[in-house]
């Protein structure tokens, strides 16, 4: 059994997909519009809520408002195993990330709304939830304050920490002491650690700072030497949510023991059968799918 909590944003994606994008003063015809459930706290909720098992207990922790968004993406939760009854709706908007679709790769303009409000000053309850939890999974649409302020909790705690810090910003580094596994991507790196090499930084962090280079797959320093975990070529629909369904299956994974290295090969497979749908959380896969992969490992061994 695993009790895995993900503190974070909860939105809906207003996806808008175009063969041009307007330039400023301009207005251009979009193809298609679509409203599909989002957010990377919620993303990479429903990424490990599809892989687990009736005996794990994933939850999730933040807010929406008080708005049409907000219980239809509290629904959505519930559909796909996550719990929400502590989900927060307060009188804001709930967040909404506005996604162009264009030549195969997604632009978001992300509008925290009632995420923005998410603040551990405030936790009471959640407090002995976090406690309780093998696993909290974090990422950077919610404030700073909140994310350092469960992360040191936690730390005190003995509770491990995965950190997505996606969009990156600065103080993300100040976080590295309190969370276990810490997951930017090739550009989120860059911005935390200028002027350096990735592979001199993960040397650091010996199985916590994993990279993520997106057609690349990923890379870490398992104290003896780098790994490079290749990804998986896929026919893509839509990118948007390939990083959370990746952390979030990989977050899975190793909330079941899996090693380091396997458990990023796990969310490799999830994050290639994800882009093959259309949303954030369209192509997410189900443990059954991933079984029925041609590239899933029986060694996994997950139930
Ligand atoms: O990582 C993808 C997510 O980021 C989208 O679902 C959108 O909500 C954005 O904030």
Same mark, same amino acid.
Do not use: S
């Given at each position: 059994m695993s009790k895995i909590v993900i503190i974070g944003s909860i939105s809906m994606d207003l996806v808008? *997909?175009?063969d041009r994008i307007a330039e400023a003063g *301009?207005?251009?015809f979009g193809k298609q519009f679509s409203m599909v459930p989002g957010g990377k706290g919620a993303n990479q909720a429903v990424a490990i809520g599809r892989l687990s098992s009736k005996d794990d207990h994933i939850e999730m922790l933040g807010a929406v408002g008080q708005d #049409?968004?907000?219980?239809s993406l509290l629904d959505n939760l519930n559909q796909n195993q996550v719990i929400s009854e502590n989900v927060g709706t307060i009188p804001y908007s709930t967040g909404?990330? #506005?996604?162009?679709?264009?030549d195969d790769d997604n632009r978001i303009i992300y509008c925290p709304g009632a995420n923005g409000e998410v603040d551990a000053s405030h936790f009471d309850s959640e407090w002995d939830i976090i406690k309780s939890a093998d696993l909290v999974v974090l990422q950077n649409e919610i404030s700073h304050s909140s994310n350092l302020a469960i992360a040191q909790f936690c730390h005190q705690n003995g509770v491990k920490v995965l950190y997505n810090p996606a969009p990156s910003r600065d103080t993300d580094v100040d976080m590295l002491d309190f969370v276990d596994v810490f997951t930017p991507n090739e550009h989120e790196i860059k911005e935390l650690f200028p002027n350096q090499e990735i592979e001199d930084v993960i040397k650091h962090y010996p199985n916590k700072l994993l990279v993520t280079l997106g057609t690349k797959g990923s890379i870490f320093f398992d104290g003896k *030497?780098? #790994?490079?975990?290749p990804a998986i070529k896929a026919e893509v629909v839509d990118t948007t949510g390939a990083g959370d369904t990746f952390n979030g299956a990989f977050g899975y994974a190793l909330s079941k023991g899996m090693s380091f290295k396997d458990a990023v090969a796990f969310g490799t497979l999830a994050s290639h059968l994800s882009v093959q749908g259309f949303g954030a959380q369209g192509g997410m896969p189900y443990l059954k799918e991933m079984k029925e992969s041609g590239y899933y490992e029986e060694t996994w061994a997950v139930e």
């Open positions: 808008m *997909e175009t *301009e207005t251009v #049409q968004f907000g219980p909404v990330a #506005q996604i162009t679709l264009y *030497e780098i #790994q490079k975990v």
